[in-house]
C-alpha cells in the first residue's frame, strides 16, 4: 500500500531534480541594452563637413566706413571626446557706407582660413552648446585709391593675424544632420590702417551670428 504513493512521488520528486539541474546548466538569456551614449554626437568616427551663413556686424573703426555684409564659409569638424575641432575657410565683402565713398574702397574683401577647437557640453545626446576659439589668418583686398596713375589699377593684398572667441549650440537630427547657430567676436590684427592710410598695429573687429548645416559620419 505504502509502495503505491511512495512510488509516484518519488518520479515527481526525480522529475523536478532533474528540472532544476537542466535550468542551471542553461541560464536565461539576457537582453542586450544600448548604451545611450553611443547615440547622437558619439556615433560614427566622429567626422562632419558644413557650410555656414550669416551676417557679420562691423564693430569700433572698421564701423565707421563700412556697412552689415553676408557671410559664406565651409568647414572640416573633428570630434574628440568633450572638444570639437575645426578648420574653415570663410569669406564676406564689406561694403562702403555712403559718406565714405572715395575716401576708401567701395568693398572691402576678407578671406579668412583659420583652425579652432571648442570645449563640448552634452545636454542630451542629440543637442551640445559649446565655447571655444578660433585663430588663423586673413587676406584682405582692396583697391588703392591713391594711387592716381590711370594706369596702374592697383590692388593691395595683405595676410595678417586672426582669432576670435565663439559660442554656439548644434542639434543632430536622426538623419545625421547637424543645424546650429554660432556667434563670434572677429579681432583682426593688420598692419595697415584704412582710416588714417597709416602702417601700424591696428586691431579692428566685428561680430558674426552664422547659422551652420553639418553632415556627421
Known amino acids: 500500500m505504502i509502495s503505491r504513493y511512495l512510488t509516484p512521488l518519488l518520479l515527481s520528486l526525480l522529475f523536478m531534480l532533474c528540472f532544476a539541474i537542466a535550468k542551471a546548466q542553461n541560464p536565461p538569456l539576457i537582453e542586450y541594452v544600448p548604451d545611450d551614449s553611443y547615440v547622437g554626437f558619439n556615433q560614427g568616427k566622429g567626422w562632419a563637413i558644413g557650410g555656414q551663413f550669416g551676417y557679420d556686424f562691423p564693430a569700433g573703426a572698421l564701423s565707421q566706413n563700412y556697412r552689415v555684409t553676408p557671410t559664406y564659409g565651409i568647414g572640416l569638424y573633428k570630434k574628440l571626446d568633450d572638444f570639437t575641432?575645426?578648420?574653415?575657410?570663410n569669406?564676406?565683402?564689406?561694403?562702403?557706407?555712403?559718406?565714405?565713398?572715395?575716401?576708401?574702397?567701395?568693398?572691402?574683401?576678407?578671406?579668412?582660413?583659420?583652425?579652432?577647437?571648442?570645449?563640448?557640453?552634452?545636454?542630451?545626446?542629440?543637442?551640445?552648446?559649446?565655447?571655444?576659439?578660433?585663430?588663423?589668418?586673413?587676406?584682405?583686398?582692396?583697391?588703392?585709391?591713391?594711387?592716381?596713375?590711370?594706369?596702374?589699377?592697383?590692388?593691395?593684398?595683405?595676410?595678417?593675424?586672426?582669432?576670435?572667441?565663439?559660442?554656439?549650440?548644434?542639434?543632430?537630427?536622426?538623419?545625421?544632420?547637424?543645424?546650429?547657430?554660432?556667434?563670434?567676436?572677429?579681432?583682426?590684427?593688420?598692419?595697415?590702417?584704412?582710416?588714417?592710410?597709416?602702417?601700424?598695429?591696428?586691431?579692428?573687429?566685428?561680430?558674426a551670428a552664422t547659422l551652420i548645416l553639418t553632415y556627421h559620419f
Open 85 to 89: 575641432l575645426n578648420i574653415n575657410v
Open 91 to 207: 569669406h564676406q565683402a564689406y561694403p562702403v557706407k555712403s559718406n565714405s565713398r572715395g575716401l576708401v574702397d567701395n568693398r572691402f574683401i576678407v578671406l579668412g582660413l583659420y583652425a579652432g577647437g571648442a570645449y563640448d557640453k552634452l545636454i542630451t545626446p542629440f543637442f551640445k552648446v559649446y565655447g571655444g576659439l578660433n585663430m588663423g589668418v586673413w587676406l584682405k583686398r582692396y583697391e588703392d585709391i591713391y594711387a592716381y596713375d590711370d594706369e596702374c589699377g592697383c590692388e593691395i593684398n595683405n595676410t595678417n593675424f586672426y582669432f576670435a572667441p565663439k559660442v554656439g549650440f548644434t542639434y543632430l537630427t536622426n538623419s545625421r544632420i547637424g543645424i546650429g547657430v554660432e556667434a563670434k567676436y572677429n579681432v583682426y590684427v593688420t598692419g595697415y590702417d584704412y582710416v588714417t592710410d597709416t602702417n601700424g598695429g591696428k586691431l579692428f573687429n566685428s561680430v
